[in-house]
């Protein structure tokens, strides 16, 4: 308790449980949202047997159909890191009940964090999807770019909605923040890698090792890679909260690797999963592009690891969990 009340909702997801167990190693006392299932107790061991859990850790039932359930968990807090977000790939519902969705919980909660009087300053976690369709031919994507919307419904891709969806509430969120005069920073990272706390393996993971897993690569990762580790998108979101002078976006990615070259160091680094070759994507004349950290790194934040790590760390993880 000695760095006060935090609430992270989405407790479950790949990034919020990670978060919810580093700062229990940073000393804070963690509220964390999960999504309730009427007659179906989910099973959350693996966050209640986190260290410092028994002793620091409320679970709190709140769905995205009910705006209002978020706010009993943020009541009191000194710090809000609202990572949960409804839209998944592939989405069953359609885009704008998706949207709309997003948008009002996000607005719900950013309200509750004014009505509490507590809460000092909010984290919301972004996507690299909210900077990267800009329509824009450019080779550096940074935190100026915004994705257009219309580009993204013209690529028709089966992650559109996902892409629009974390693009405008993100926009909705910094809106009401500056509006209402709310310490709001948005964290915006690219594809997130490395080990997991869930039981399964989360679909960020599987996807940048679909060679690993034999998988078939995706059209849109058919050019150029930006990744980060797990702990490093966790350590920046605490980071962010703490640094004084925050403000406005930050991109958080370590690695921009074009996807010929991430196979070729796959298949050398592990031959033993025979990863398959890319030579039929004709991928020498893609561009590569640069996703820049220079705003994040420029506060004094340090990223931790490099590309050997994410990959070691993420097999060896899916190893002990029987997935690989």
């Avoid at 969705?101 to 964090?113: E, F, G, M, P, Q």
């Avoid at 300053?121 to 219309?150: M, N, P, Q």
């Avoid at 909605?161 to 509006?179: C, G, M, N, V």
């Amino acid at each position: 308790m000695e760095k006060g009340v935090v609430c992270v909702t989405g407790g479950t997801g790949f990034v919020a449980s990670w978060l919810v167990m580093r700062l229990l190693q940073h000393g804070y006392a963690v509220n964390t949202t999960i999504r309730s299932h009427p007659g179906q107790k989910k099973d959350v061991n693996y966050l209640t047997n986190l260290p410092g859990a028994s002793e620091r850790l409320q679970i709190f039932n709140a769905d995205f159909d009910k705006p209002e359930s978020f706010n009993e968990s943020i009541q009191g807090c000194v710090g809000v890191f609202h990572v949960a977000h409804n839209v998944e790939f592939e989405a069953k519902e359609d885009e704008e009940t998706n949207l709309q969705a997003s948008i009002n919980v996000t607005i719900s909660i950013l309200r509750a964090c004014l009505d509490s009087k507590t809460v000092k300053r909010v984290v919301y976690t972004s996507s690299s999807s909210a900077v990267l369709f800009s329509g824009k031919d450019s080779s550096v994507v940074d935190e100026t770019l915004w994705t257009d919307v219309d580009f993204v419904r013209s690529l028709k891709s089966s992650a559109g909605p996902y892409y629009i969806s974390k693009t405008l509430t993100e926009r909705a969120a910094l809106e009401f923040a500056e509006k209402h005069g709310l310490d709001l920073v948005t964290v915006i990272p690219t594809f997130i890698h490395g080990p997991f706390i869930n039981p399964r393996c989360p679909g960020s993971v599987r996807a940048s090792m679909a060679a690993i897993f034999g998988d078939k690569i995706l059209p849109e990762y058919s050019t150029c890679i930006s990744i980060v580790h797990v702990d490093d998108v966790a350590t920046a979101h605490i980071f962010l909260f703490e640094y004084p002078n925050a403000r406005g976006r930050y991109i958080c990615s370590v690695i921009d690797i074009k996807v010929d070259e991430l196979q070729k160091f796959l298949s050398e680094r592990y031959p033993e999963y025979n990863v398959s070759s890319t030579s039929s994507l004709k991928l020498e004349d893609s561009k590569r592009i640069l996703v820049s950290s220079k705003k994040l790194l420029d506060t004094g934040f340090e990223y931790k690891y490099g590309i050997e790590q994410i990959y070691d760390e993420a097999i060896e993880c899916c190893k002990r969990k029987d997935l690989l």
